[in-house]
């Protein structure tokens, strides 16, 4: 079982950059994909980001693609969200998510994460 903690959530400006972090725990978790998704108040839930924890190759949605990063620490321990150039709309919960890297189901859809973390309130006033 993989654990998930995420830490770094705020209010901020609009234009302004957080740093958002997961820390996994558990077995295995080397071998897994890791993800960020957000979630506003009366939507769906939507991908912003997965990251291979094994060869660290990443993906984006349109949304975010130049604003915001996805990485894993050097120790491999902890991932990350660098956001900048906030904008209101980016307002959300965030989470974090796991599966295992032999899924081949699109890493897009959060159906298809096994683990998640708490969530991290992100507020951005305009």
């Known amino acids: 079982q993989v654990q998930l903690v995420e830490s770094g959530g705020g209010l901020v400006q609009s234009g302004d950059s957080l740093r958002l972090s997961c820390a996994p725990s558990g077995p295995s978790y080397s071998t897994y994909r890791m993800a960020w998704f957000r979630q506003a108040p009366g939507k769906e839930r939507e991908f912003i980001a997965t990251i291979d924890w094994s060869d660290g190759s990443t993906s984006y949605a349109d949304s975010v693609k130049g604003r915001f990063t996805i990485s894993r620490g050097a120790a491999k321990n902890t991932m990350y969200l660098q956001m900048n150039m906030l904008k209101p709309e980016d307002t959300a919960v965030y989470y974090c998510?796991?599966?295992?890297?032999?899924?081949?189901?699109?890493?897009?859809?959060?159906?298809?994460?096994?683990?998640w973390g708490q969530g991290t309130q992100v507020t951005v006033s305009s």
């Open positions: 998510a796991a599966r295992p890297n032999y899924y081949s189901s699109t890493p897009y859809n959060s159906g298809t994460y096994n683990y």
